[in-house]
């Protein structure tokens, strides 16, 4: 039988996911989440905590309740807890009695802020959060592309965001340019749970997402450099000459094992400079986006293979193979 790297692997939970965007919270909530197929409450209470869902006294939804006192109280039967899942009163019994073991709730190994989003580790994580530079460089301006639910599998989507050769095919109304279909030699270098590789090619000279042209457009050389973090964080960083470098970042969250939600953010020189608004990267990027989402909502399987002969691989698809070892790697740390 195939085995398929999906969005509920177990050993996801030994890695860093976002799971929300500050800005969209609108307060400490609690705010209801999902995460690898399981309903987690994200609650704001002397820190940042994410907590199972359901109470444990009869199931009611903990998203549903209040922060009273820097506690989180459930609003069935006011039992509250703290930011470590503690169950601290239960105002049914008197304050002598033993609070039962089974009260308490296990909370999420660890949960950070990082890039204006909450990022959860379900277990003690393997790797630390992605580190990209440019966020905290003058040099760059940010444009936040707002989040998106995919029906695709996270693995998925950073295979597509990877991929080198579908770019005259798949983006044929964007920055795809159909004579330059030969995918040149490159080298992956491999770095722990990391990768990263460059390429050169040619794209389109298209600023208008809008605008469909195809027939007559110019072209230019770009140089990408692509990495990788496990377990399917991808950073792009664009070299455009003239008008400057580019970074596209790509957080994945492993929704369920039909969705994944992707936030995802443009870094770039001529924002900072005041030469495009970050509006216009957001229409670019959404129409990219956009594209590359039409192809993969339309495969059957919602996850990568893991056996190698599932799939045709070519020297053009070095970097793809790449992330399915990483993949590989993940996938026995729960066997």
Known sequence: MTRWFTNEHPALR???????????????????????????????????SVLPAACPHRLAPLSAGKIVDGRLECAYHGWCFASSGTCVDIPAIDSGSTIPPSAHLEAAARVEEQ????????????????????????????????????????????????????????????????????????????????????????????????????????????????????????RLHIDYGDDGDLVLLFFHQPVDDEHTTMYSYALAENIADGRQQPEDHIAFQSEVGREDRELLEQLVMKGVPLDPGVETHTKADKITVELRRVLADIDKLSR
């Open 14 to 48: 030994q890695f860093w996911h976002p799971v929300a965007r500050v800005a969209d919270l609108g307060g400490p909530g609690p705010h209801s989440i999902r995460l690898l197929g399981d309903d987690y409450v994200l609650v704001k209470l002397d820190s940042w």
């Open 115 to 234: 890039y204006g989003l909450i990022w959860v580790a379900l277990d003690e994580p393997l790797t630390p959060i992605p580190v990209n530079p440019e966020w905290d460089d003058d040099g760059f301006g940010l444009a936040v592309i707002p989040a998106q639910t995919w029906n695709a599998s996270a693995a998925q989507m950073a295979d597509n965001f990877l991929d080198v050769a579908h770019f005259p095919f798949t983006h044929l109304g964007t920055i795809g340019d159909p004579n330059d279909l030969v995918v040149g030699d490159y080298e992956v270098v491999r770095d722990g749970w990391s990768f990263s590789a460059e390429h050169h090619h040619s794209s389109k000279v298209l600023y208008d997402a809008q605008s469909g042209e195809t027939d007559s457009f110019e072209t230019f050389h770009r140089t990408m450099t692509f990495r990788c973090d496990a377990p399917h964080h991808v």
